[in-house]
C-alpha cells in the first residue's frame, strides 16, 4: 500500500433546514496521497477541503464512499494513532506550559511512559519550543502557537501529519521555520498533508499538490509539473547589450522561436525581508 | 459493539435504573416530609416552588407563615387559610404550624366571616352556629392531619379535644382526643382527667370510670406522687357510681 | 484535565462563596426558627445551598465545560487523537464530577462546623434548664453529602447528554434545569402510578416518564439521616445509592451515543 491517504468517491451531503434541502460538500472525490511527500490541497473558500479534512480525521462522516489511512479505515482508532493533527488557528488551555499540553497530546495518543520524557523532548525540540516550554501558553506569540501545536501534533511519532493553515498569521520568519519544519517532518519519512491560503508557501514546500472547487477535484499532480509551461523558456542572463539582444533575437526567430517578453527578475518582497530580518527570532 | 445493540443496553440500564429507583423511593419516602399538588397549587409562583424541590424547606415554610401574619391583619380569610395551610404542608414535621393553623381556623376565623357578612347583630344565631361549627370542624381536620404527621402529636391531640369541647359541644368526640392524647408516650398530666370528664359527661360515666380507673392503676400510680387528684376524681366516680368496695382502687398508704 | 479548567473558575469560586455565606448566615436568621429546632433550622440552610448551588453548579458548568470544547475548537484537536467519543464524554463526566465532590465537601464540611458549635452552645443550655439537649449526627451528614455528590453526578450525566446532541450552550442549560425540575418533582407521577387507576394509557405514560427520569426527590433525606439517625434503615440508603448509580451510568451511555454521531 504506497498510498498514506486514500480516497475513494467520496461525497458529503450537508442537510439544510427542516424541509431536507442538502448542500453538497464533496462531490465523488476519488485522490491518493502517497506517502512519505509533502502534499498540498488546495481550493478557495467553502471548497470542500476542510469537510476533506474532518472525514479523514473522523470528526465528520461521509454520506458515501471510502477513506483509508495507511491502509486503515479512516474512522478507526488505529488510523488515527499514526496521525497527527494541527487545526487551522489552533486553541489550547492558556493555564497549562508547552511541555504540559505535549505532554498530555502525548499521554492522549498512547505514548508509553517509558518514551514519554523523550517524545515530548524530541517534538519541542523539531518545534524550536524547547527554551519556551516551561511557559504558560498564554504568553506565546501566534509563530508560538503554530509551533507548539507541530510538537503537540508530532510528539508521538505519527506516519501521517496533517496540517491545516499552519502559517496563518505568523510572520515571514516563523513561516520560513515551519516550512523547515515541514521538509524536516518529510526527510524523517512522514507524510504530511498541508491546507494553505498561501500558495507561495504551498510552492516552495510542497511535493504534490491538489486543487478543489465546488467540492471537486479540479487539478492534482507534482507542483512542478503542473506549474511549468512546457512550451515557454525562462533564460536570466547578465550582461545583455541591446546589440547581444538584437542579435540573440534574429538567431531564436531563425530558429523558429519567438521572443514575447525581455524584463528584469525580481526577487519577492519575502526574500527581501527574510534577508534583512534573518537574524530576530521570535522565541 | 454494534450501535443497535448499544442502544438497546442504554434502554435496559434506564428501565433497570427507573425499576430501582421505585423501590428506593417506597423504602425513603417515609423519611421525607410529604407535599402534594394540592397543597402547593395556590401558592406556586410565590417562591413556594423552592421548597418543594428540596432546597430551604424550613425557610420558605417559616416565610410564608410570616406572610400569613399579613394576610391576618387584613382579616383576608382565603389567602390567610391558603397560606397557613402551605407552611403546614412544607414543614408537617413542625407542631408550631399545625397548632396556629388549627387554632386561627376553629377559633378566629368564623367570627371574620360572621364580621364579613354584617356583623353579630345582623347574621342570625343559627348561621352563627353553623358558621362556628363549621370552622370549628375546618380545625379538627388541620389537628388531625398535623397529629399524622407532625411529631408533637399529644399537644395537638389537646388542642383538638379543646376545639371539639369548646367549640363543637361535643364531649364525646374531645373524650376520644383526650384519650388518644392521654395514651401518647408522653402525655400532659391533664389529658387522663380531661378525657374521663367529658366521657362521663357525654352520658358514658360507667365506661368514663372503667378506663380512668385502668389508667391511674398503669401509669398514674407510678408517678413519684402518685397523682393524687386524678385519684380523688376516681373515688369521686365510685361514689357516684355505688362501686362495690371489691372492684374499686384499694385505698392507698398515702391517702387521706 | 476538565477538572483544571473548572477549579479555575471564577464561577466555582463564586457559587462555593455564596454556599458558605448561606450556610453562615442561618445562625444569623435563626430568630426566623418557628419551633422547628435551630438545629433543624441551620441544616436546612445548609441543605437548600448545597441543592441551589449544587444544581446550578452541575447544570451550567457541565454545558460550559462540553461547549468551551465545541467552540474553541479543542475538542477537534482532541477527538483527532486515537480518542474514542466515548472516551472524551466520560472524561468530562470525571472532570465534573470531581469539581461537585469538591463544592459538596466544602459546604458540608463547614455545615458540620456550625451544626457543631451551635450544638455546643445549646447544650450547655439544656445542661443549665434541665432539657434534653439537641443533637445531630455527624455520620448522617457525612452520608447526606455522599446523597447529594451522587444526585449531583446524576444531573451531570444527563446535562451530558442533552449537551451532546445540544447546538447551543443556552438550550443545553435551559433544558437541564427543566430536567432537575422535572425530577425533583418526579416523585409525584411515582406516588400515582402506586394508586390503583382504571386508564392504562395515563399509567403507561406515568410509568414510561418515571422509569426514564430519575426522581431526585428521593436524595432529600437530609432531616432523617442528619437530625433523626437512626429512622433510615442502610439497606434503603444503599438501594438510592445503586438506583443513582445506575441513572449516572445510563445517561452516560446515552450521551456517548448520540456524540458518537455528532459532527464536530
Not at chain 1, 510542497?206 to 465546488?214: E, F, G
Request: glycine share 8%; net charge positive.
Amino acid at each position: 500500500m504506497n498510498s498514506a491517504i486514500s480516497v475513494r468517491h467520496l461525497t458529503k451531503d450537508f442537510k439544510i433546514g427542516l424541509r431536507g434541502l442538502k448542500l453538497r460538500a464533496v462531490d465523488d472525490l476519488s485522490l491518493e496521497i502517497p506517502r512519505g511527500q509533502v502534499y498540498g490541497l488546495l481550493g478557495p473558500n467553502g471548497c470542500g477541503k476542510s469537510t476533506t479534512l474532518k472525514i479523514i480525521l473522523g470528526l465528520v462522516s461521509g454520506t458515501t464512499g471510502e477513506i483509508n489511512i495507511l491502509g486503515f479505515p479512516s474512522a478507526t482508532a488505529e488510523a488515527r494513532r499514526r496521525t497527527g493533527f494541527l487545526p487551522e488557528a489552533p486553541y489550547f488551555h492558556k493555564f497549562l506550559s508547552g511541555r504540559e499540553l505535549v505532554r498530555y497530546c502525548a499521554q492522549l495518543s498512547g505514548v508509553p511512559a517509558v518514551k514519554m520524557d523523550d517524545a515530548v523532548d524530541s517534538a519541542l525540540e523539531l518545534a524550536a519550543m524547547t527554551e519556551a516550554s516551561s511557559r504558560p501558553i498564554g504568553t506565546y506569540s501566534k509563530g508560538m502557537l503554530q509551533r507548539i501545536g507541530l510538537a503537540q501534533a508530532i510528539v508521538h511519532d505519527p506516519e501521517l501529519v496533517i496540517l491545516d493553515e499552519p502559517t496563518a498569521g505568523v510572520d515571514p520568519v516563523g513561516a520560513a521555520a515551519i516550512g523547515r519544519m515541514i521538509r524536516a517532518m518529510r526527510d524523517q519519512g512522514k507524510t504530511v498533508v498541508l491546507c494553505s491560503h498561501l500558495l507561495g508557501q504551498v510552492e516552495q514546500v510542497c511535493d504534490r499538490v491538489a486543487i478543489m472547487d465546488h467540492g471537486r477535484l479540479v487539478l492534482e499532480g507534482r507542483v512542478d509539473e503542473v506549474l511549468a509551461q512546457r512550451d515557454r523558456h525562462l533564460m536570466t542572463i547578465e550582461g545583455l547589450t541591446p546589440e547581444a539582444r538584437l542579435a540573440a533575437e534574429s538567431t531564436l526567430a531563425a530558429h523558429g522561436a519567438r521572443v514575447t517578453s525581455v524584463t528584469h527578475p525580481r526577487r519577492s518582497l519575502e526574500e527581501l525581508f527574510r534577508e534583512l530580518v534573518t537574524g530576530s527570532r521570535d522565541a | 459493539m454494534r450501535p443497535r445493540a448499544l442502544w438497546i443496553a442504554c434502554l435496559a440500564l434506564l428501565l433497570a435504573a427507573g425499576a430501582l429507583s421505585e423501590r428506593s423511593w417506597l423504602s425513603v419516602r417515609s423519611c421525607i416530609p410529604e407535599i402534594g399538588p394540592k397543597q402547593i397549587e395556590p401558592t406556586i409562583g410565590q417562591g413556594v416552588l423552592l421548597g418543594i424541590l428540596g432546597g430551604f424547606r424550613t425557610v420558605i415554610a417559616d416565610m410564608t407563615w410570616i406572610r400569613s401574619y399579613v394576610l391576618w391583619e387584613r382579616k383576608d380569610r382565603p389567602a390567610c387559610e391558603t397560606l397557613m395551610r402551605t407552611a403546614c404542608a412544607l414543614d408537617p414535621h413542625s407542631r408550631y404550624f399545625w397548632e396556629n393553623t388549627g387554632y386561627a381556623l376553629g377559633y378566629d376565623m368564623a367570627h371574620w366571616e360572621i364580621r364579613r357578612r354584617g356583623g353579630y347583630a345582623k347574621v342570625p344565631k343559627e348561621i352563627q352556629d353553623h358558621l362556628f361549627k363549621s370552622y370549628a370542624r375546618k380545625g379538627l381536620e388541620v389537628l388531625d392531619e398535623g397529629v399524622r404527621l407532625s411529631k408533637g402529636r399529644a399537644a395537638l391531640l389537646v388542642f383538638a379535644g379543646q376545639l371539639a369541647e369548646m367549640k363543637l359541644s361535643d364531649k364525646q368526640l374531645a373524650a376520644d382526643y383526650y384519650r388518644q392524647a392521654a395514651e401518647t408516650v408522653s402525655p400532659p398530666w391533664y389529658a387522663a382527667r380531661f378525657c374521663a370528664r367529658n366521657e362521663w359527661d357525654a352520658g358514658h360515666p360507667m365506661e368514663a370510670y372503667v378506663w380512668f380507673k385502668n389508667y391511674w392503676l398503669d401509669r398514674l400510680s407510678k408517678e413519684s406522687d402518685h397523682a393524687p387528684d386524678d385519684l380523688a376524681l376516681i373515688r369521686d366516680m365510685e361514689t357516684h357510681l355505688k362501686i362495690n368496695l371489691l372492684s374499686r382502687i384499694p385505698r392507698q398508704s398515702w391517702e387521706k | 484535565m476538565t477538572f483544571l479548567e473548572a477549579v479555575r473558575q471564577r464561577f466555582f469560586a463564586f457559587l462555593i462563596v455564596l454556599g458558605a455565606a448561606m450556610v453562615l448566615s442561618s445562625v444569623a436568621f435563626r430568630f426566623l426558627d418557628f419551633g422547628h429546632g435551630e438545629l433543624k433550622f441551620i441544616a436546612d440552610f445548609g441543605f437548600g445551598g448545597m441543592f441551589l448551588f449544587g444544581s446550578i453548579l452541575a447544570v451550567v458548568m457541565t454545558a460550559q465545560l462540553f461547549f468551551a470544547e465545541m467552540d474553541n475548537r479543542t475538542a477537534l484537536t482532541l477527538l483527532a487523537k486515537p480518542l474514542s467519543r466515548a472516551e472524551f464524554l466520560i472524561g468530562k463526566f470525571f472532570g465534573v464530577w470531581m469539581i461537585l465532590g469538591l463544592f459538596v465537601i466544602i459546604l458540608s464540611a463547614l455545615l458540620g462546623l456550625v451544626l457543631w458549635a451551635r450544638a455546643q452552645e445549646l447544650s450547655l443550655l439544656a445542661e443549665q434548664s434541665g432539657r434534653v439537649a439537641p443533637d445531630f449526627s455527624i455520620s448522617g451528614l457525612s452520608i447526606f453529602a455522599l446523597l447529594q455528590w451522587l444526585r449531583l453526578s446524576v444531573v451531570a450525566a444527563i446535562v451530558l447528554a442533552i449537551a451532546a446532541a445540544a447546538r447551543t450552550f443556552l438550550f443545553a442549560v435551559i433544558l437541564g434545569a427543566l430536567t432537575v425540575v422535572a425530577g425533583q418533582l418526579q416523585w409525584i407521577a411515582q406516588d400515582v402510578l402506586l394508586k390503583p387507576t382504571e386508564s392504562v394509557v395515563y399509567k403507561s405514560i406515568l410509568w414510561l416518564t418515571s422509569r426514564i427520569l430519575p426522581n431526585l426527590q428521593q436524595f432529600n433525606i437530609g432531616d432523617a439521616l442528619v437530625l433523626d439517625s437512626g429512622t433510615v434503615a442502610m439497606s434503603s440508603i444503599g438501594w438510592v445509592i445503586l438506583s443513582g448509580l445506575l441513572y449516572a451510568s445510563a445517561y452516560l451511555l446515552l450521551g456517548a451515543l448520540v456524540f458518537r454521531r455528532r459532527e464536530i
